[in-house]
């Protein structure tokens, strides 16, 4: 029988857990996890810190999920060595006073290395003691810092956020939605840098501005005042009785670099996903491939699919060439999508360009073709213009001749007019690639409610961007179509 060892049970690692059992029913999985808790969404970790919704239901696996898949599930364990002569890892319990004694080894046929990543904090004197994060300083990456969030964040507490990127931007909102006056501090001069060019950066920190975020853009925090907040590299000071770190995240590679494998950025690997051991893959925010960009889910679950069908013999062909991202905002209020080439400028020759902005309302459209074909979008404040230019990128299809109406979402293209119209091939989910075709096939197959397609198809489970688009097939399925026997 195949062993395949999994370091990390993050959302890479219990994916990949997944698609290997859905492939093989006999294949031997043990999965590694440091963390205490089951397996959790982090693209909803914003959602917690605001309060909408509970730790619990940010989970991917439940109780029983190991149990019932038969696999070898070890939470709050660590791997403290790899043992590449011997193909083995050597495993123990986390750090603790009740922690058990005692290390044991643990033989791989394969070993996928999904460790993730960790958050990069600014060199600000006073932010950390000891290597740790000072008292009033909390990182933003897992349920236990959402959990340090809760319990030290108060109605009209004054909270200052290190980090104007995607994952800051959420956290920010999220404290405002709990009632705290919260201050982003950016060392870049707009918002989102990598998904946003500066028009765009402008119109969301206004928006979010309307919501009681303040900012202060250009500026690097230099020291930490315990209790009283950020001094600046311009003099000033932001009050902040708590300073939330999310400036960023540096690929997890410690364990790689002890096992003397080839690391640059994150751990390198090939199309295989192999790294420079053929027997040890790397997937996730950890694995540095030249096709895709850290820190969003959509690259790694492409990343376990591939991975999957390589290590149980469904597909030995399969390669991970990258990923096409299309980057949403999860945030309260702010409805934001951005799509590849977002930093081509109006008067690209090589482009056709289109630019509109109306700041007072919050909305911003940039739409970016070549050769009538989506190559980037940035859509603000325009639902209904993000989902029709998202499909267009999807499946390569050309762009209505009416660019306006289509920046505008005011002319959408016949075959997304309404559920009924939609291809089955149309992508529904990015996040796990799940078409129409099959929300359908799910649905005839008895899963009839938004929980049941979840768990037949994973539509929803990334994200949750899609939400509406699969209610909005569920309505038209039972309406359109009798309900399975």
Known sequence: MRRVVIVGYGMAGARLADELRRRDPDISITVVGAEPHAAYNRVLLSTVVAGTMTPESTRLHDDRWAEEHRVDLRLGWEVVEIDRAARAVVVGRTGGADSESGTESIPYDALVLATGSVPWVPPAEGLTEDGRLAPGVVAFRTLDDCAQIEAKADKGMPVAVLGGGLLGIEAARGLAGRGCLVTVVHPVGHLMERQLDPGAGGVLARTLGKLGIEF????????????????????????????????????????????????????VVDDALRTSDPRVHAIGDCAQHPGTVSGLVQPAWDQATVLADRLTGADPAARYLGTSVVTRLKARD???????????????????????????????????????????????????????????????????????????????????????????????????????????????????????LAEATRATTGCGGCKDAVCGLLDWLGASQPAPA
Do not use: M
């Not at 315990?226 to 690929?251: K, M, N, Q, Y």
């Open 216 to 267: 202060r853009l250009n500026s690097l925090a230099t020291k930490y005042l315990p209790g009283d907040g950020l001094i600046l590299d311009d003099g000033t000071h932001v009050p902040a009785e708590l300073v939330v770190v999310s400036a960023g995240v540096r690929a997890e590679t410690s364990l790689a670099v002890r096992a003397g494998l080839t690391v640059d950025r994150g751990i």
């Open 334 to 452: 702010v409805d934001l999508a951005a799509l590849g080439d977002v930093h081509t400028d109006v008067d690209c020759p090589d482009s056709e360009v289109l630019c509109f902005q109306e700041p007072s309302r919050g909305r911003y459209a940039k739409l970016v073709l070549r050769d009538d074909r989506v190559t980037g979008a940035i859509v603000l404040g325009a639902p209904d213009a993000a989902a029709t230019i998202t499909q267009l990128y999807d499946r390569g299809i050309p762009a209505p001749t009416d660019r306006l109406a289509l920046l505008l979402g005011r002319a959408l293209p016949a075959e997304a007019a309404s559920p009924a119209d939609l291809p089955s091939s149309a992508v529904i989910c990015r996040c796990n690639t799940v078409s129409k075709g099959q929300i359908v096939s799910a649905w005839r197959a008895g899963a009839e409610s938004l929980p049941q």
